[in-house]
Each structure stands twice: as C-alpha cells, then as structure tokens.
C-alpha cells in the first residue's frame, strides 16, 4: 500500500530534503508550502504538484506527465517534465526540459533556461518517464494571459550556471548521487531555442533509428560544437513515407527504408559554414552511417523549416 505521505513535502522551513534514485520509482509527488528550503527528487514520476513555496531551490528529475507550480514565488529550478505548467506564480527561475509547449498563466518575473544535468541513473528515468532528451521545448513559452506593454517571461542569461541556482544537496544522505552538472555532461543536449541565431546559415542532420543512434547524435553535436557551431533544436520523432517526401524530397527513396525501424533524431547547426562543416564532420566520423544532412546553404535553411514544420505538427504543438 502506498502511503501518501511518503510521496509529499509539506510545510518545511530552511530545510534540505530529497529522495533518492528508486524511491518514487513513478508515483506521483506533491510539494506545498515550504519555505527556504532545498528540495531534490532524483527520480521519476507520474506528476508533481508544488503549491505555495517560497525562496525554495527545487531539482525534479524526469516526470512522464506535468508538473504544476500554483502561488510560488522567488523559486530557482531544474525541471523535466511532458507537461509544465505554472498559475498565480512570481520570480522563478527554471531550467526546462520539457516535451510539449510550456504554459504559464497569471505569473510574472519568469526566466527560462535549458535543462542541463547528469547522474548517471538519470537516462534510465528519462526512459521510464517515456520522455525523449531530444524533445525538449524549454524556451517556446505560451503565455496564457499575456498584459499588453508587458513581458512576463525571459530567457536565462546564457551565461547562467545550474549550480548558481540551485547547489548541489548539503545534506549527507542525498550526496551519495553523482552530479555533474558541467554543461558538455548534461543527459539533454543544451540548445540554443529562441535564441537569436548567431549566422543565417543553419544545417539540418537527421539520423535514422539504430542501436547508436543517441550515441551518434551525441556524438555529432560534441563534433560540431566542439567546432564552434552551435546546436539550435532537436528532435525525435516518427515519420512516415509521405513525411520523408516532405522533408527529404528528391532523397526521400533511399530513406524510407530506413523509417520502419523506429523514430529518427534531428539536429539543426547553426554557424557561418555549418553545412560545410556538418557534412565533413559526418563524411570523416560516420563513414558507414546513413544519414540525412542538408546539401547547400540555399536549400538548408528549407530543410530546417520542413522537418520542424512536420515536427510540430506531429507533436501538436
């Protein structure tokens, strides 16, 4: 029998509190009312609630469907999540990892950044909360009430540290987790979002389903930015045949094939030279591997748009 309580902060003050990796093992979680506290749950869950805290710093490792903050205020967190969702909040501070189209509502002072973390159960809980790291949505915010004249929400500078917001657990139990939280370590690649591009030029790569194929995606963005371009989006996703004609056009038919055997997982480079240098970097590193990458800069920019345009109509955003 599941005691609820096992699976609830409440009304903790100047405390650091957590669970551990295996101890939610995808229950639900609720966190109300606490206050200066340092909250860390290094596991996955269904969904989590977080009403009424103040001044807490709050780490939430993968939750397979929403996570809600209602009347939060001066919060600093990292969040994974299908879903996120916040009402009648003021000042917090989130690095996101999120699946679908961030909502907030009646909240003000908001400040996003990308999700960058790692321990090393973390990539099993993402697999478990059936979240993908390459679906991650984390600066396309929806602003449910938007005031005219105003802006309720901002981006993270870029410069912004994980570890500034919210430190690594004091407390002696919850120091047995193996963070890093050195940003060319984070489980989810860190991209760029909304950012204003650096360059006009920007290169699409797409790699088919495999056993490597996260390890090749990863692989190909430590390459690229490793050459100082840098990775704007990515995504997983399904596709069918008529989708390949969308995207791949002329070089759908040597593609199709290859869709049956599961999602592929897009990158979109940025950088003067990007299709140059994404096209080298798979020639001299990927030799054997089939993969899809925009032939020129004209037609690159096109790629970009048609597989992100199919994208987002597949995940309904």
Known sequence: ???????????????????????????????????????????????????????????????????????????????????FRTRDCRKLEVFLCCATQPIIESSTGMKFGCFQYYYPELALQFKDAGLSIFNNTWSNIHDFTPVSGENNWGLLPETAVVQDYVPLPSSEELKAVRISTDATKSIIPITRGRRQKSSDESCLAVFFAGDYTIANARKLIDEMTGKGFQLVQTKEVLMKAEDAHRVFQQHASEFIPLLEKGPVVALEFNGDGAVEGCRSTINDVFSGTKVFVSESKASASQDVDNFYNFADMQMGM
């Open 1 to 83: 029998q599941v005691d609820p309580k096992d699976y609830a902060f409440s009304g903790l003050k100047n405390e650091t509190v957590g669970r551990l990796p295996g101890k939610v093992a995808g229950q639900q979680f609720v966190i109300q009312d606490c206050e200066n506290c340092s909250i860390y749950i290094f596991d996955h869950s269904a969904t989590i609630t977080i009403d009424d805290c103040v001044n807490c710093q709050i780490f939430l490792g993968p939750i397979k469907g929403s996570v809600f903050f209602r009347d939060c205020k001066d919060c600093k967190c990292i969040v994974a999540c299908q879903q």
